[in-house]
């Protein structure tokens, strides 16, 4: 096995801190010329390049940022493991970086993540939102843990992932009071109805399409949205009527002051935790899935 030599990960890292090999030098007490020759060493031994020339300024390149994570983490556990065998506290959380598509209801995202803040009371979420593409390419490159998503990761995007279903659920529509009367005669009543929708790429929409045209209805499309909040914005306000995945039905209703006009199972929605890993190992991600299994979703 060809093993990583720490020593030239170590000068590479200081270097990537300190922003210049003479300014790293100086803190390592080693001339330039073994620090340039270390990190060269360390180049050849990954087959990448790490830094880039810009000007007289030396920057990281696409490879050296995720190499630069790595030795983050590489070092900070080493000196956590120091304060643990000294008996020191060690200060650190658990940290989760999870990527939430934008088209998942902000309800539901807090429901699957809450589990996680549950079982570990110190652990610090770095949620970023984004469309699925973008969000698997910061998971190939281990800016993010855990995607979480309402389709597969199989988007025209080459990263290795693996697709863990945390459960499936059916589809609600609500309506403000001004639309309410529309629960009469449900779905036939959504013919010619203004309705607030998720944005033509996403599966959801795709679904709800398939299904208004199974059923016979053609509503009025008031509005399409990237954003499940500002659709829901829309929705109390009584500009149209808006679906949402049945798990978050009573809290929808408190939170925005409106009514269930309908409900149905043939519309189904998914949702799925996207990783690198083919098994859970983050015990954040490994508590989302156990309690989405169990309880979100009722198994």
């Known amino acids: ?5 720490y020593h030239h990960l170590l000068y590479f890292w200081t270097v990537a801190r300190a922003g210049s090999i003479a300014r790293a030098s100086e803190e390592l007490h080693l001339a330039q010329p073994t620090i340039s020759t270390q ?4 180049e050849e031994s990954l087959g990448h390049q790490l830094f880039e020339r810009k000007g007289r300024k030396l920057v990281l390149s ?9 030795a983050d983490e590489i070092f900070r556990l080493g000196n956590e493991l120091k304060n643990v065998v000294s008996g020191l ?3 650190q959380q ?4 999870v990527g939430v598509l934008d088209v998942i209801p902000k309800l539901v995202a807090e429901q699957l993540l809450k589990p996680a803040l549950d079982a570990g009371p110190s652990l610090r979420i770095i949620c970023r939102e984004s469309p699925l593409p973008q969000l698997l390419a910061q998971l190939a490159l281990h800016e993010l843990d855990v995607v979480l998503a309402d389709a597969p990761g199989s988007e025209p995007v080459s990263v290795r992932s693996f697709n863990h279903l945390l459960g499936k659920c059916g589809v609600t529509f609500f309506a403000a009071a001004p639309l309410a009367h529309l629960r009469k005669d449900f779905p036939r009543s959504l013919d010619g109805a203004p309705m607030l929708l998720p944005s033509e790429e996403s599966s ?4 709800l399409d398939l299904w208004f045209e199974r059923r016979g209805v053609r509503p009025l499309i008031a509005g399409d949205f990237d954003d499940s909040a500002l659709l829901q914005a829309f929705g109390q306000k009584g500009h149209g009527i808006f679906a949402m995945p049945s798990i978050i039905d009573a809290e929808v209703q408190r939170q925005f002051n409106v009514t269930a006009i309908g409900h ?18 983050h015990p954040a991600v490994v508590a989302i899935a156990e309690a989405a299994r169990s309880h979100i979703f009722g198994g």
């Open 1 to 5: 096995m060809n093993w990583l030599n």
């Open 39 to 42: 990190i060269k060493l360390l």
């Open 62 to 70: 696409d490879v050296g940022r995720t190499v630069m994570r790595y």
């Open 89 to 91: 506290p060690t200060g």
């Open 94 to 97: 658990l940290r989760l970086n």
């Open 204 to 207: 959801v929409r795709r679904s």
């Open 264 to 281: 149905t199972d043939e519309i189904e929605q998914c949702f799925y935790a996207i990783t690198v890993e083919r098994r859970l190992r």
